[in-house]
């Protein structure tokens, strides 16, 4: 339910120096209008794409080429080129800053601290990319690594990208298969893993796992295994051409950065799908749509500054890592963290914060909802004086999650709910500084973003439920999918539902303020009598209660109709009384509506997720209808599937 007022509401004095408004008056200027307020901003920026994208690259300064052209073909989607005569580095727009202060303080729970200054951070850059260029990578080849968030994977990426090489990660708690599935498809010529990683506090080496997977990537001709866990020698010895970074890179010294500029479009990254319902989709991203975008959203809607020390709760195989490091572009410093947010307990990022002088506070919905759950308040026990912002994605933030930010972590803070997705590597909708905050609600449609809500008919809607689409081209689109040379595959998964139109598969809601509210996966809508229902509504109520740490709900076909089914983890101690079950029901028939009543309670112990956090009701689907799932290797715990299965309680 969306309150009638704001939870928080930035002074005038804040709302007028915030990026966003500074923003808008230099955007006066150049556009000679006079934008009143941020609904006048956003409709000259998706109005006049080659004016607003000009004007962004002057504003941040952007290192190179910028040519004649903005914008070509910019009625096609997909088809439509950004700076079609541009030439630019990556690398080189991140790396503008030198000197001793940090750019990158590296925390491994409580057993790993480290710190590297702007000067060592060219120094290993410049390092790394000498040591490619020996090993014969060139533009356009695949670097693949299999690596926690800490340092090296920055700097590796960094100096693949100084090349024209793409990079392409995942997090070292991947399975084997999971890390085939990904990497084999993209032919990489080198791979970077490290020797293990921390995990709540335990030791989990991966040399099993780099024996198996190295031999079945027959085109990385280089296998370099980053230290972590002091056992990198080990590790190399016991996986096939392997050598340790630090071995690697000893004949190798620091010199000025080489950067080799490439044409905007050229491949930056590749990125995949979750694939939970079969082999990931490898999504191509540019290197300056993303710079691009990513500077437009760290500038204006994040305000992102140079001094500021962002901080985002990521593993290198979720998009929000390379969101993250692009804050590098607007010369902040990255505060990387690998490991459980809850080792040794969960006052860890908060401790993290208060320490480092946090700016920027980036997590999850599930992260701040734990928080809740835990008891924990850091508005009593940490100096969050420097948190500007809290930053929450992954799913849906509850209305509950918004009012615990303000009562439970920090009063006065931008809490910025963002959505966006791995297939554009940024966002459609999140925060809008000098603006007002309402409870449940995404602030509104990024600037240059042409976010709209249809119905089945293709119509815009406020007010009403429906697909999240975009309906003009921006920067950060794909370039293509991998192996997909006649594009048929990227045009199914956006396009086909409405021709010309990015159709993002969320399904959404555009309230009277303006605002957003995510209501889940269109794929994961419940149908019960042909009414559409998005599961973050039901979560939104039965997670709330104490008793219910969380929970995951699916549509479940049934007597030719679809009824709702929905599974519970309970806290310790609490059994799924009948008196539980009524109170769960009456809770989400009074907060949301009848229709939203699940037919059946279950509980179970744990919820499969994955890898990034994210709850897979689709796999759940297909368990508990008596089909296989096709990729449980994307899954952080495929064990827990089991529960779903043949479960008597469902067939009667």
């Not at 590297?116 to 080849?141: F, N, P, T």
Request: charge should be negative; charged fraction near 25%; hydrophobic fraction near 40%.
């Amino acid at each position: 339910m969306v309150m009638a007022s704001p939870l928080w509401t930035p002074s005038p004095a804040i709302a007028e120096a915030s990026a966003m408004r500074v923003f808008m008056r230099y955007a006066s200027e150049r556009a000679g209008r006079d934008f009143d307020s941020y609904e006048a901003l956003h409709r000259w920026s998706v109005d006049d794409r080659e004016a607003f994208w000009s004007v962004v690259w002057d504003d941040n300064g952007v290192i190179g080429d910028k040519g004649e052209r903005v914008l070509a073909d910019g009625d096609k989607m997909p088809g439509a080129r950004f700076f079609p005569d541009a030439s630019l580095n990556f690398a080189e727009n991140l790396l503008r800053e030198t000197g001793p202060g940090d750019a990158i303080v590296f925390r491994g729970e409580d057993k790993v601290e480290r710190r590297l200054s702007w000067d060592d951070l060219h120094a290993l850059v410049s390092r790394l990319q000498q040591l490619m260029i020996a090993r014969g990578v060139k533009a356009g080849d695949r670097v693949a690594a299999m690596i926690p968030n800490m340092p090296e994977a920055v700097a590796g990426m960094l100096a693949a990208a100084s090349i024209g090489a793409i990079w392409s990660s995942c997090s070292p708690d991947f399975g084997p298969k999971g890390v085939l599935d990904r990497f084999s498809q993209i032919e990489p010529v080198m791979f970077i893993a490290c020797d293990g990683y921390w995990y709540n506090g335990k030791k989990i080496a991966i040399a099993d796992k780099l024996a198996e997977i190295v031999p079945q990537l027959p085109s990385v001709g280089t296998v370099l295994i980053v230290d972590y866990l002091g056992e990198a020698e080990a590790a190399a010895g016991a996986t096939p051409n392997a050598e340790t970074l630090d071995t690697a890179l000893a004949t190798f010294d620091a010199r000025p950065v080489d950067y080799q500029r490439m044409p905007f479009a050229h491949p930056l990254y590749i990125l995949y799908s979750s694939g939970t319902t079969g082999i990931p989709k490898c999504i191509v991203h540019s290197a300056g749509g993303t710079l691009l975008q990513h500077l437009k959203e760290h500038r204006y809607h994040a305000g992102i500054g140079p001094g500021d020390r962002v901080f985002y709760f990521t593993t290198c195989g979720w998009m929000m890592w390379n969101w993250l490091v692009t804050a590098l572009a607007s010369r902040a410093t990255l505060l990387l963290f690998d490991g459980s947010p809850f080792a040794p307990d969960g006052n860890v990022l908060f401790d993290y914060a208060d320490a480092e002088k946090m700016t920027y506070f980036g997590t999850s919905a599930k992260f701040i909802d734990a928080v809740r759950k835990a008891d924990l308040r850091p508005v009593d026990t940490h100096d969050l004086s420097t948190v500007r912002v809290v930053s929450s994605t992954g799913s849906p933030l509850s209305p509950e999650g918004f009012r615990f930010v303000y009562d439970g972590i920090k009063a006065d803070v931008h809490l910025a709910s963002i959505s966006g997705g791995t297939d554009i590597v940024s966002c459609f909708v999140l925060g809008i500084p000098g603006e007002p905050v309402y409870s449940g609600e995404i602030q509104g449609p990024g600037l240059g973003m042409a976010v709209e809500v249809w119905n089945d008919d293709g119509k815009p809607v406020v007010g009403e439920k429906g697909e999240l689409v975009c309906t003009r081209a921006f920067p950060s689109m794909p370039v293509g999918f991998w192996n997909d040379p006649d594009g048929a595959k990227y045009h199914a998964a956006y396009f086909d539902r409405f021709d010309n139109v990015w159709c993002h598969g969320d399904f959404a809601e555009i309230t009277d303020n303006g605002g957003i509210i995510i209501h889940g996966r269109s794929d994961a809508t419940l149908n019960p009598g042909g009414v559409r229902i998005g599961t973050a509504e039901i979560y939104n109520q039965v997670e709330q209660m104490d008793e219910v740490l969380e929970a995951i709900c699916i549509g479940q076909q049934w007597d030719d109709d679809v009824r709702v089914v929905l599974f519970v983890r309970l806290a310790e101690g609490v059994a799924l009384t009948d008196d539980l079950v009524k109170a769960i029901r009456t809770r989400i028939r009074t907060g949301a509506s009848p229709r939203h009543v699940p037919a059946i309670v279950l509980p179970v112990d744990d919820i499969p997720r994955t890898k990034s956090g994210k709850i897979v009701e689709l796999a759940v689907r297909e368990v508990v209808h008596g089909r296989p799932v096709k990729n449980k290797e994307a899954l952080a715990n495929p064990e827990a599937l089991a529960q779903f299965a043949d479960r008597p309680e469902l067939r009667a």
